[in-house]
């Protein structure tokens, strides 16, 4: 069993800051790429930042140059440190992870159970 649990969203004023994290546990023997998601009622969820176990970054063009996303290998878990935030920003964010039980196992996807995002004055 695998556990994505996100902390950090609530309510922001525009050009104000939240950071978001997510802590994975279980049965976690190996994490590829760990990244946040956003979705707003009505549309998709869209990739916001993802990172690979390696270092290396993707983020969504609306958010480049506002938006960090950090891992720690060691603790499983990544964080997204959001700034300048616009109220087009509002959204409920979900951490993946892509994950590998075993050894010899396939990677899968996992999600958290989403964290609320609010950019309103």
């Known amino acids: 069993q695998v556990q994505l649990v996100e902390s950090g969203g609530g309510l922001v004023q525009p050009g104000g800051s939240l950071r978001l994290s997510c802590a994975a546990s279980?049965?976690?023997?190996?994490?590829?790429?760990m990244g946040w998601y956003r979705r707003v009622p009505g549309k998709q969820r869209d990739l916001v930042a993802a990172?690979?176990?390696?270092?290396?970054?993707n983020y969504a063009d609306s958010v480049k140059g506002r938006f960090t996303i950090s891992r720690d290998n060691a603790k499983n878990t990544t964080s997204l440190q959001m700034n300048s935030l616009k109220p087009e920003d509002t959204a409920v964010y979900y951490c993946?992870?892509?994950?590998?039980?075993?050894?010899?196992?396939?990677?899968?996807?996992?999600w958290g159970q989403g964290t609320q995002v609010t950019v309103s004055s």
């Open positions: 993946n992870a892509v994950i590998k039980t075993t050894r010899v196992g396939p990677f899968y996807d996992y």
């Open positions: 279980g049965s976690t023997f190996s994490i590829n790429v």
């Open positions: 990172i690979t176990s390696g270092g290396s970054t």
